[in-house]
């Protein structure tokens, strides 16, 4: 049997080698037609050897039972198995009809087994050569309801004991071949099912991905034990509806769409957020939501219960690179945008005192014009001196920023007390607030302790912080100063009455090149750099810069230093000291 049957294997149609399913489907469709056709000449020599002279009839009806082998030949060089099911059920039908028109019409044995011509076709799957068979069965009942009503059916003697063994062997022959077709078939498919199942679990728990194998409607069957380590669940809880129910909501139209379309044969890659289960004493916390690369593609064939497949991968890492990226492409666009507006506004800002030390020098060192009164001399000589102090201050700022920015700028903290240098600072802009209409005022806190600090860059701040106050609080407004202590931080804060900040703005402030108003015509002159020098000394000391404002209400801007800064030397950019003090602020 063996050997017929691997025989039978060398006659399936090379379009279906590949495809065990199919394949297993054709064998079966072969060797029971084969074994059906041959049957009868096995049973021939009996036949002779008893004597018995057979009929035309029951010589037609023993040659028609050839016709499964050469369907069978058919099937072997076409591979077209619902065609040959169709011819097979034809031919079931035919024989039926020519046994019934020798044997009494519709009185005869045979016509009950036209049935087998529906069932034939059935096992192709195909509904077209089931509606074939169907109705070449009706057809063939109506021609014998026909023929007997018009009382044309021939009287035919009782059926030969030949005729008879032929039509119950024939009718025999073709329901065991269904039914040992039918079950070769399921068999076949469970052993490719269970085969398939083994290697999807074998394969699955071999990968760090997580794989799902997804029904028809997109719910799970089964996943992979890497379910555990990367969304935090037993596999079992991801069966069903339990995937999708983690899937960010945001996201469920496009999962189900890829699941759709792998189902179609089109293979999908998208990512998706899934939640992710904690435990211990996070188990309270809300689950944090992790990024997954999606791949969806359609199963083999042996996997009939579950069409899709689905693998997962961990990206949340890759996800934040990317973030990080843009997020750093985002910050060199506004910087090199705030370095356009910087030039745009230093060209002003230079080249208003330039023209002002220019055109004055040229009047004093003009013989024509040097005939100038002594007061008129010596106002264009102190125009001249504030235009190059304006000069200075501008470029001392640009050098001061770059310094700090590169790492150059270093500082030299040492106990200092802070009563003289806010006296110091407060005499030196007191000329410039006086002739603005701006009230200086000082809130000193009494006992406060020596600051570890750079004077020079203490100062500075101080200095940076009245001007930037001054310049931006209306006449008859105010400017205090404020300096106290609280644990381990020492304060020094400068509060106005001026037009405020923009909400939008105040997070931006302190940037380098950055300014609220970028436009030419602002009613306020200077580079901007004035609070970019302050954050970036404070953050040389250790500390951080806080501002608070409302607009038309006024600013108040912070300089928090710890009050035991390291007394060697630093330089650089922000600390990591700085960044500790901002986030427990």
Same mark, same amino acid.
């Given at each position: 049997m063996k050997a017929v049957l691997e025989h039978v294997a060398g006659w399936v149609h090379p379009s279906v080698a590949d495809d065990a399913l199919a394949s297993a489907r054709h064998r079966a469709f072969l060797l029971s037609h084969i074994l059906g056709g041959v049957a009868p000449f096995a049973a021939l020599p009996g036949l002779l050897a008893s004597g018995h002279?057979?009929?035309?009839?029951?010589?037609?009806? !023993?040659?028609?039972?050839? =016709?499964?082998?050469? #369907?069978? $030949?058919?099937?072997? %060089?076409?591979? +077209?198995l619902v065609r040959a099911h169709?011819?097979?059920? $034809?031919?079931?039908?035919?024989?039926?009809?020519?046994?019934?028109?020798?044997?009494?019409?519709?009185?005869?044995?045979?016509?009950?087994?036209?049935?087998?011509?529906?069932?034939? &076709?059935?096992?192709?799957?195909?509904?077209? @050569?089931?509606?074939?068979? #169907?109705?070449?069965?009706?057809? &063939?009942?109506?021609?014998l309801l026909g023929l007997d009503a018009a009382a044309l059916t021939p009287t035919a003697a009782p059926a030969g004991p030949v005729l008879t063994a032929l039509g119950v062997f024939g009718a025999s022959v073709c329901a065991l071949a269904l039914a040992l077709r039918a079950a070769e078939t399921v068999g076949e498919g469970d052993a490719l099912s269970r085969a398939g199942r083994a290697r999807f679990d074998l394969f699955a728990g071999a990968v760090s991905d997580l794989v799902t194998r997804h029904a028809p409607d997109g719910t799970v069957t089964s996943a992979s034990p890497a379910a555990v380590g990367l969304l935090g669940v037993a596999p079992r809880d991801l069966v069903g509806r339990g995937l999708f129910d983690r899937?960010?909501?945001? +996201? %469920?139209?496009? *999962?189900?769409?890829? $699941?759709?379309?792998a189902a179609r044969g089109v293979e999908t890659t998208l990512e998706i957020r899934a939640r992710r289960a904690v435990s211990g004493q996070a188990a309270q916390a809300p689950e944090p939501f992790v990024w997954l690369e999606m791949r969806a593609r359609l199963a083999p064939a042996d996997l009939v219960d579950a069409p899709v497949l689905a693998a997962f991968r961990d990206v949340s890492d890759r996800k934040a690179h990317e973030e990080a990226l843009l997020a750093a492409r985002q910050d060199a666009d506004r910087a090199s945008l705030a370095k356009t507006r910087f030039l745009a506004t230093m060209s002003h800002e230079l080249r208003t005192p330039l023209n002002a030390i220019i055109g004055f020098s040229e009047i004093l060192t003009d013989e024509r014009l040097c005939r100038l009164e002594p007061a008129r001399r010596s106002d264009y000589a102190a125009l001249i001196h504030q235009s190059g102090l304006h000069l200075l201050d501008v470029v001392n700022g640009i050098l001061d920023m770059s310094k700090i920015e590169t790492g150059c700028f270093a500082v030299y903290p040492e106990p200092c007390e802070v009563g003289p240098i806010v006296e110091h600072c407060l005499g030196m802009v007191a000329l410039k607030a006086e002739? =603005?209409?701006?009230?200086? @005022? @000082? /809130? #000193?806190?009494?006992?406060?302790?020596?600051?570890? =600090?750079?004077? %020079?860059?203490?100062?500075?701040m101080a200095l940076n912080l009245l001007s930037n106050a001054i310049k931006f609080t209306p006449r008859g407004g105010?400017?205090?100063? /404020?300096?106290?202590? =609280?644990?381990?931080? !020492?304060?020094?804060?400068?509060? +106005?009455?001026?037009?405020?900040?923009?909400?939008?703005?105040?997070?931006? $402030?302190? /940037?380098? *090149? *950055?300014?609220?108003?970028?436009?030419?015509?602002?009613?306020?002159?200077?580079?901007?750099l004035g609070l970019s020098v302050v954050r970036g000394l404070v953050e040389l000391h250790g500390g951080r810069l806080a501002i608070e404002s409302v607009v038309d209400r006024g600013t108040r801007v912070s300089v928090h230093l710890p009050l035991g800064a390291a007394s060697t030397p630093r330089a650089g950019r922000a600390t990591s000291d700085a960044q500790e003090m901002r986030q427990s602020a």
């Open positions: 002279a057979a009929s035309p009839l029951e010589l037609a009806a !023993f040659c028609w039972l050839l =016709a499964p082998i050469l #369907i069978a $030949l058919n099937l072997s %060089r076409t591979g +077209d169709t011819l097979s059920a $034809l031919s079931i039908v035919i024989l039926v009809v020519a046994v019934s028109l020798s044997t009494g019409g519709l009185a005869s044995i045979a016509l009950p087994w036209l049935v087998l011509a529906p069932l034939e &076709a059935g096992l192709s799957g195909s509904r077209r @050569a089931v509606g074939i068979a #169907i109705a070449a069965a009706g057809g &063939a009942v109506a021609l899937i960010h909501i945001a +996201d %469920r139209p496009a *999962f189900l769409h890829a $699941l759709a379309a002739a =603005a209409g701006v009230r200086l @005022a @000082a /809130e #000193i806190a009494p006992g406060l302790p020596k600051v570890v =600090a750079d004077p %020079r860059a203490l100062t500075q105010a400017v205090t100063l /404020e300096a106290q202590a =609280a644990g381990r931080v !020492f304060t020094l804060a400068v509060r +106005d009455t001026g037009c405020g900040i923009a909400p939008e703005h105040i997070d931006r $402030l302190g /940037e380098a *090149f *950055f300014q609220a108003s970028g436009a030419l015509d602002r009613p306020h002159e200077g580079s901007g």
